[in-house]
């Protein structure tokens, strides 16, 4: 990968927990912005474990892309923590997934495995974009 496909755009994605008695699996939604090795974003999840909080949880993510490595770390608006996921992962080669793992620095036993992929759209914008690029090689 040499890095130049933006992050910029629509995803949609999911989390898993390793150990299934802290939950079973998410989806979510998500917007990512990438200005250089910056990466910013919002999320929206269902609700499924604070039960004082609305059926939608909102977060912010805010990380760093170097090449294919991605991290970032994910603060939910809707109430106050003072511990907040970290995201490790990695690009694939088109740019539209990102695969890895995730974790609580104070709760280690909270931890699990994340993917997130383009929208439908996006993605096939991706795959026209890689089209033409490749014939203009030729």
Same mark, same amino acid.
């Given at each position: 990968m040499t890095g130049s496909e933006s992050l910029s755009g629509s995803w949609t994605g999911r989390f898993d927990y390793d150990n299934i008695a802290f939950g079973t699996p998410?989806? *979510?939604?998500?917007? +990512?912005i990438e200005t250089g090795t910056s990466l910013r974003g919002e999320v929206?999840?269902?609700n499924t474990f604070r039960p004082e909080a609305t059926d939608? +949880?909102?977060a912010v993510l805010t990380g760093t892309r170097n090449g294919s490595v991605v991290q970032f770390v994910k603060t939910y608006t809707d109430f106050e923590d003072t511990d907040h996921p970290r995201y490790d992962g990695h690009v694939n080669p088109t740019a539209t997934r990102i695969t890895g793992?995730?974790?609580f620095p104070t709760k280690p036993g909270?931890?699990?495995? *994340? +993917?997130l992929a383009r929208t439908a759209q996006a993605a096939v914008r991706k795959q026209a974009e890689a089209a033409m690029e490749m014939a203009l090689e030729v």
């Open positions: 998410v989806s *979510f939604d998500a917007v +990512l929206v999840e269902p939608t +949880l909102l793992r995730w974790h909270i931890k699990g495995t *994340f +993917l």
